[in-house]
């Protein structure tokens, strides 16, 4: 499988772009990154937006080798605060979508929380996933490669 490098250069690119569209278009009260991959994304949309309230869940599913390894099937949460969302508009970050399960499974969580709106955030989304998020910046075929890999 090819692999596809993603720069800073970009990712800041899009992070600008994406906290200008979701400032005009959402009202977010909460960040929520899948961690710990998608803290970094989380957090750089979270300082541009100045959102009030960010929240981490660990999930996990593949290895870090590239190609990742499938490590369960289905995705194991790992650690998450009891934290309240009650009528809360909550912006779920991730930096890939793969096929899907694990955002998936954070959706759940999200909805027993009793949030008022959730909106879903990739960096990269596979052409092949069966969920596609509220918003992302690439969906190609390639492994990304992130900066902070």
């Known amino acids: 499988m090819q692999v596809r490098r993603i720069t800073w250069s970009e990712i800041i690119d899009f992070t600008d772009r994406i906290a200008s569209i979701l400032s005009s278009k959402e009202k977010i009260d909460v960040i929520l990154a899948i961690g710990s991959s998608g803290l970094i994304p989380a957090a750089l949309i979270a300082v541009k937006l100045k959102t009030p309230e960010f929240y981490s869940i660990k999930i996990e599913r593949y290895g870090e080798g590239k190609p990742p390894k499938v490590l369960y099937d289905d995705p194991v949460v790992h650690l998450y605060s009891n934290i309240d969302l009650t009528g809360k508009n909550v912006l779920v970050v991730d930096d890939l979508i793969r096929t899907g399960k694990t955002i998936t499974k954070v ?3 999200v909805k027993n929380m009793n949030a008022r709106k959730i909106i879903t955030l990739a960096l990269v ?14 969906e190609m075929d390639e492994c990304p490669l992130f900066p902070w890999e």
Do not use: E, G, M, T
């Not at 596979?126 to 690439?138: S, T």
């Open 107 to 109: 959706l759940k969580i």
């Open 125 to 138: 989304l596979k052409k092949d996933a069966l969920f596609k998020p509220d918003y992302y910046y690439l």
